[in-house]
């Protein structure tokens, strides 16, 4: 995934494109690149490394002078991060700059074509085969142009596009990949984020699939791929532009931490009136809730292990068989979907490749979709058939926390909504079960008090090889979002284990010293877990155990605990994780990390 800008108005643009690329860094930091038209010719700069480095280069944009400019901050998928590869890229008379967001798939086709007309390339990606592809059917209309090359292009792109001979307009193109316009008393620009222009404008378009923008200094048009204006409408953007900035912390992953309380009430407050759980955005009638034969839960990364606690609680309280798969493998193995099962499908940016081509599968084969989704407009909100946005708030670090909870919330709506329906829980049970719900924001608010305790603990285990997480049933569900945060973000190994099943192997990697979070919120398989934890303690194991206030005998059992407030045993997840977190961001910190912006990684995953 990359981020992109486009600027045109009245200001100098490359300060303008520095200060938007630093908002996408969290989109791809390998590269990056800015083109601005110096009123003569299109000037370019790009270079390996941060955004600091380009910065530099241009002395805050200073040496580069002009008033319309496209960036670009790049996450490398074809072609390694290098000075030559980062982006924009030149046709070959350096008359027209291309920045590109996305995978064209047809990419070495389309190369070969044009190398047999003698089209010379300096790099090895595929966004430069866009830049001579505009050259080739460029006569003078940048539009037609673009419009011609939409229809030689397979796979997904966001595009920022200048043409020299047409100094006064920049372009934007959109297919699949995420692209905003917004409109500004400062000028126009483009961006693949609302965060990247929010110091600039509210005012925001969405663009949606195989359109295109052109902006002038004071207008913006719309086109679709065979050239007819359109009229869109533009949406006010309503975050604070605190929401897209530190607020003080130390890095974006510890706001996101401490922000839970309120996203987690955000995601559930609109949907609870007069003790009912309110869902109209499923758009789904108590008879279609009623005739849900199976579900299935679609997603990457941690929006997979909210799903495996769907799987947990939908099952537990709603009685409906449903099947968790990771998204990259459900869309290869044939399915078996019909009318009768709801596909939903959970991601945080609604950009990730996998979970969009699944979306897409399940719809061909006529299944109803449900998305998850925390940033608004994105593609999977707007190809799914009905949304249930996850009001977590913009989320900058690569490493989910805040919108990972609170789609274990918009889960429990899930479940209560279609469990009432169904009528699999008393109503003495909802009653109970929402109870408890409303108080899980202020539980989290609690649990977050031992940040320093965890600081502590996490202190003794930077020098770790290997970190064991393990638990039984919905505390399996969260050893495994537990366990990616810590490898995500401090580069140590990790692995989720089944407690039950550690036995059958695994438990050979066990020895002195080594560390093993055991998580015991199920009361009726704490026996059994407390029985895994002597089994790994025997063979050397360190335990660090999270479990229920009521157990203070745990002490006896275990070397460090984390005791949680009681809730709702389906809810606990919600609880266990604030520690996983806050564990994970200390060891990495402790280590000296970027906690932001890992290594490899990018926020969201828009390649298959
Ligand atoms: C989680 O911390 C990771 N950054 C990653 O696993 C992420 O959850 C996954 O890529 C899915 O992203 P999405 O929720 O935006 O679809």
Redesign the pocket.
């Known amino acids: 995934m990359c981020g992109i800008v486009g600027y045109i108005g009245g200001q100098q643009a490359a300060p303008v494109l520095l200060d938007g690329l630093a908002k996408l860094e969290y989109r791809g930091y390998d590269s990056t690149g800015m083109a601005v038209y110096d009123g003569r010719e299109i000037r370019m700069v790009k270079a390996t490394g941060r955004l600091k480095v380009l910065d530099a280069l241009t002395k805050g944009g200073s040496t580069l002078s002009g008033t319309a400019g496209i960036g670009h901050t790049r996450w490398a998928t074809h072609g390694s991060p290098t000075d030559t590869n980062a982006h924009p890229h030149f046709n070959g008379s350096a008359s027209i700059a291309v920045v590109h967001n996305g995978i064209i798939e047809n990419y070495q086709k389309l190369k070969k074509k044009l190398e047999n007309r003698g089209y010379q390339f300096v790099s090895e990606t595929d966004t430069e085969v866009v830049a001579h592809l505009l050259d080739r059917y460029y006569t003078g209309s940048p539009l037609e142009a673009i419009a011609k090359v939409m229809h030689r292009m397979e796979g997904s792109y966001a595009l920022g596009i200048m043409f020299r001979d047409h100094p006064d307009e920049i372009y934007a193109v959109r297919k699949d990949s995420p692209l905003i316009v917004g409109k500004s008393s400062q000028g126009n620009l483009i961006a693949s984020d609302v965060p990247a222009i929010l110091k600039y404008t509210r005012s925001v378009y969405f663009m949606e699939n195989e359109e295109i923008a052109k902006l002038s200094r004071d207008s913006i048009t719309f086109y679709n791929i065979d050239e007819e204006e359109l009229v869109k409408e533009p949406s006010e953007i309503s975050w604070d532009i605190s929401a897209a900035e530190k607020g003080g912390y130390d890095y974006f992953m510890m706001k996101a931490i401490y922000e839970q309380p309120k996203a987690v009430a955000d995601t559930m407050s609109p949907r609870i009136r007069d003790s009912r759980i309110v869902l109209d955005e499923l758009g789904m009638s108590d008879e279609e809730i009623a005739q849900i034969s199976k579900i299935y839960i679609v997603?990457?990364?941690?929006?997979?292990h909210a799903g495996v606690t769907g799987k947990y609680v939908l099952e537990g309280m709603a009685r409906i068989p449903v099947e968790v798969d990771l998204a990259s493998e459900f869309r290869y193995r044939n399915p078996i979907l019909d009318t009768q099962t709801l596909v939903i499908v959970?991601?945080?940016?609604?950009?990730?490749a996998d979970?969009l081509a699944a979306l897409r599968e399940a719809k061909t084969r006529g299944s109803r979709v449900l998305g998850i989704v925390?940033v608004v407009g994105s593609s999977i909100a707007r190809e799914a058939d009905h949304v249930l946005y996850t009001w977590a708030g913009p989320e900058i670090s690569?490493?989910?926390t805040k919108?990972?909870s609170t789609q274990l919330v918009a889960l429990y709506l899930l479940a209560m909504k279609f469990s009432s329906v169904r009528g699999t829980i008393s109503e003495a049970e909802f009653t109970s079960m929402l109870e408890a719900l409303q108080q899980l924001p202020r539980q989290v608010e609690f649990l977050l008090g031992s940040q320093e305790r965890i600081q502590k603990f996490a202190n003794r285990y930077l020098a770790a090889d290997h970190i064991f997480f393990i638990g039984r049933g919905l505390d399996y569900a969260i050893s495994l979002e537990g366990s990616?945060?810590l490898k995500?973000i401090s580069y140590i190994h990790s692995e989720a284990y089944a407690a039950g099943e550690l036995k059958h192997g695994t438990i050979s990697l066990i020895e002195e010293g080594t560390l093993v979070v055991a998580v015991l919120t199920q009361e009726e398989l704490y026996p059994k877990m407390l029985s895994n934890i002597q089994e790994v303690r025997t063979r050397g194991a360190f335990v660090m155990a999270v479990a229920n206030a009521n157990h203070a005998d745990l002490e006896k059992n275990a070397d460090y605990v984390i005791y949680l407030p009681e809730i709702n045993p389906y809810f606990t997840n919600s609880l266990a994780v604030i520690p996983l977190q806050l564990f994970a961001y200390y060891v990495a910190l402790g280590r000296g990390l970027d906690v932001d912006k890992p290594r490899n990684?990018a926020?969201?995953?828009t390649v298959e």
């Open positions: 997603a990457c990364g941690s929006a997979y959970i991601s945080q940016s609604g950009e990730t979970s925390n690569v490493a989910t919108a990972y990616l945060k995500e990684l926020k969201s995953v």
